[in-house]
């Protein structure tokens, strides 16, 4: 059969993408209340499995206790030293990855086949019997001390601190950050104490991806069926009310070259209806390399090598930010020239070139979120975390994304790019006219 040979010189025909066949997981409640999330993909001789608790740190009554915490698991257990869990993971090649944010803390670990009982042994081992040895929660002090004392000489640090701060108010969870003598203060108990209380069942999610079996996989649930993850402490922990006290924050940073500045508001949570749509605006502004904010303040006005704006996801609520660092002379032109671009944004509608431009370059992301076990794994306890499961909302932002007109956007943009009740975070050597001095 003859080949038809390719006319490079012809561009191919544009498909739009009106569905993406997410791969369906399987998802159980265990007796404690712990949700499995299962989803077989991929070839390799590779498993994924992520135990997520409701610990973030807005469950802390001490700061860094979360964060130690969960640092800590892997540091020692009733049976294995910190040094014989490291010796025996990496036997087996498989290795383990704790993380935290606000909300949640959870730990990744990731396996083969071929060892999968063995190495899960370790697993379950830590995050049953840990015992946060007093000398490895002592290095644990003095790294994480040391390493916040440099990123505190950094400007980007001090705005996105001075940021939250002015956005929640310091008493808000959503509001602090550890200082270095928070490191001083922490306790073995403390560990021991918030580990008892929030590493438990209820609320909690396992999320499996991976080339698993059904033998893996039952053994897998058997395990977290343990009395041990009882289910008794998921406590409903309201937040605070919201106390924001200033509009615009500067945090001085001695000889600092140049200034980081942090714009931006709250938004509502991931699931409402208004979101898909504002994240085609904030695409449009800052979310891609193409981006307005890019196409003015870094190629046409010079003032920065970078800026970009994004929304931070939380569990009852999101925070729209606009982020970028620009010589100390220049803060005052670049905070004027973002907001020009947010009223743009409200004034004149997308040009239907440029809006196409963002939804082809949005679908390619959707779909990179689930290209892969890993990234499967990552978007299925992403959905969790934020929408509980509500595989609608991926539907409803591509069907958002291949319909939105440039009026409805204008509108929204009306409704939420309001300037005046954004916060200004600026860090740098230089206070900018009409700014609040910040220290920490």
Do not use: C, W
């Not at 980007?156 to 003598?181: C, E, I, Q, V, W």
């Not at 440029?354 to 679908?363: D, S, T």
């Amino acid at each position: 059969m003859a080949i038809k040979e390719l006319d490079r010189t012809v561009q191919p025909n544009i498909k739009p993408v009106s569905k993406i066949n997410i791969p369906k997981p399987e998802i159980i409640e265990l007796s404690n209340g712990f949700k499995v999330i299962s989803a077989k993909a991929g070839s390799q001789d590779l498993i994924k499995i992520e135990v997520i608790f409701r610990a973030g740190t807005r469950y802390q009554t001490k700061s860094l206790v979360a964060k130690a915490s969960i640092s800590n698991l892997r540091e020692g257990t009733k049976k294995r030293s910190s040094k014989q869990i490291a010796e025996e993971l990496d036997f087996y090649g498989s290795f383990i990855e704790p993380s935290i944010n606000r909300d949640f803390a959870s730990v990744s670990f990731y396996t083969t086949g071929k060892h999968f009982f063995k190495s899960f042994d370790v697993f379950s081992d830590l995050l049953l019997n840990p015992t946060f040895p007093e000398h490895e929660l002592d290095i644990f002090r003095q790294k994480g001390k040391q390493n916040l004392l440099v990123e505190m000489e950094k400007v980007s640090t001090l705005s996105r601190m001075g940021f939250y701060k002015a956005l929640f108010g310091d008493n808000h969870p959503y509001g602090t950050f550890a200082l270095p003598h928070d490191y001083e203060m922490i306790e073995r108990d403390d560990l021991v104490n918030f580990s008892n209380k929030f590493y438990k069942g209820k609320g909690g999610a396992i999320v499996i991806t991976g080339n698993f079996d059904s033998e893996q996989l039952d053994f897998i649930k058997g395990s977290f069926a343990s009395s041990r993850f009882d289910g008794q402490t998921d406590e409903e922990y309201i937040l605070p009310r919201i106390k924001s006290n200033e509009k615009k924050i500067f945090t001085y940073k001695n000889e600092a070259v140049q200034a980081s500045i942090r714009i931006g508001r709250i938004f509502p949570e991931r699931t409402h209806p208004d979101m898909p749509a504002l994240q085609i605006l904030n695409t449009i502004l800052g979310g891609y390399f193409g981006s307005r904010l890019m196409r003015n303040i870094r190629e046409d006005k010079g003032y920065t090598y970078g800026i970009n704006s994004f929304i931070v996801p939380h569990s009852y609520l999101s925070v729209f930010v606009v982020s970028t660092e620009v010589g100390n002379n220049f803060v005052e032109h670049t905070i004027s020239e973002i907001k020009k671009e947010i009223q743009r944004l409200k004034s004149e509608p997308v040009s239907n070139d440029e809006l196409n431009l963002v939804k082809g370059y949005m679908i390619g992301q959707v779909l990179r979120t689930f290209d892969g076990p890993f990234a499967i794994a990552d978007s299925l306890a992403g959905l969790f975390e934020y929408n509980n499961l509500d595989f609608d909302y991926i539907s409803n932002t591509i069907n958002t994304i291949n319909s939105v007109t440039p009026e409805q956007l204008m509108e929204l943009a009306g409704k939420y790019f309001d300037t005046d009740s954004m916060v200004f975070s600026v860090s740098g050597s230089q206070i900018p006219d009409g700014f609040t001095q910040n220290t920490f």
